[in-house]
């Protein structure tokens, strides 16, 4: 049991690297969906993983086990093995649930602040200009999806690359990037081998963006002319944005640019096996965890004197 509870602990720090061959190979949108989908039931395996340790652990003890009407002793490996992994489990988790809370809590602020800012400006259709000396511009979710730009980004781009940027911060609306985002914030404080893949769903949305724009502007190299020059007015400023509100300036934009500037044709072609390796990760934790659980749970009604051994 126990050793099938490592299982998903152990998968996550493999995915990294299979995660940037797939952003690599796939198509942006569906290298967006496979890692987010992936990262999910990673954490999903994990987290539930360290609470049957947890679990296992406390009721090695005679006070929790009294509780949980334990009439036996619990079959497990040695206490030598599942005593301190029930501990550094519980530590996991807690330090997991502290770091998500204040995330969250911060995130919060920062939404309720930048909504509250923009419903106060007037708007034309969904775009809400904001007088600041600081360029800044992204899509802000809720009812309604608002495209937040401030004035010292208007005067920085010309009329077309402005154009560029709207259809950008559009498509990150109509798409619900900031769920993704959502998602793979969440993940990344469940396990710690998830966090590089944070940054990878981040890449994946702004390069999902990035294509949406280009195919509305119909220029691949304005739009590309575009996020460059509105990722280099932003250098110097710091966006008081929450972090789930994707934005056209973020992520590692040299990187966006020479994918816009690629020819399509000499892109590399689509390997729908990388996606199949991160689905096999994902099972293959997921089955390990819901295995373990189950043995989990068959030895609890064992030990309860419900079931025969």
């Known amino acids: ?17 299979l995660a940037r061959r797939c952003l690599e190979r796939l198509a942006p949108a569906a ?40 009439v036996h002793p619990l079959h497990t490996a040695s206490d030598v093995v599942v005593l301190p992994a029930a501990a550094a ?42 007088d600041s000396p600081h360029p800044d511009a992204y899509a802000l979710p809720g009812r309604p999806h608002r495209i937040v730009v401030t004035t010292a980004m208007l005067r920085t781009l010309g009329p077309d690359e402005r154009e560029v940027l709207f259809a950008h911060e559009r498509a990150h ?65 710091r966006s008081t944005r929450p972090d789930f509100a994707p934005a056209a300036t973020t992520g590692p934009v040299p990187q966006r640019v020479a994918a ?5 044709a000499r892109r590399p072609r689509a390997a729908p096996w990388v996606a199949l390796l991160l689905a096999v990760c994902a099972t293959v934790s ?10 989990f749970h068959h030895e609890v009604e064992v030990a309860q004197g419900e079931e025969p051994r």
């Open 1 to 17: 049991m126990t050793a099938l509870l490592l299982i998903p602990l152990l998968v996550p720090f493999a995915v990294p690297p």
């Open 31 to 70: 290298a967006l969906w496979a890692l987010t989908l992936a990262i999910v039931v990673l954490a999903g395996a994990s987290v539930a993983a360290l609470g049957a340790l947890v679990l296992t652990g406390l009721f090695k003890l005679p006070v929790f086990a009294g509780l949980g009407d334990l």
């Open 89 to 130: 489990a519980t530590g996991a988790l807690t330090v997991g649930a502290w770091t998500l809370a204040r995330s969250a809590l911060r995130q919060l602020r920062a939404f309720r602040a930048a909504r509250t800012q923009a419903d106060r400006r007037p708007t034309a259709g969904d775009l809400c200009v904001i």
């Open 173 to 237: 609306n109509a798409g619900g990037h900031h769920r993704f985002l959502v998602a793979a914030e969440l993940a990344a404080h469940c396990h710690p081998g998830l966090r590089p893949v944070r940054a990878l769903v981040a890449l994946a949305v702004e390069r999902t963006a990035d294509e949406a724009a280009a195919i509305a502007v119909g220029d691949r190299r304005l739009t590309a002319r575009a996020i460059a020059r509105a990722a280099l007015a932003t250098r110097a400023s």
């Open 260 to 264: 816009l500037l690629a020819a399509p």
């Open 286 to 295: 997921a089955s390990a965890s819901t295995a373990g659980i189950l043995a």
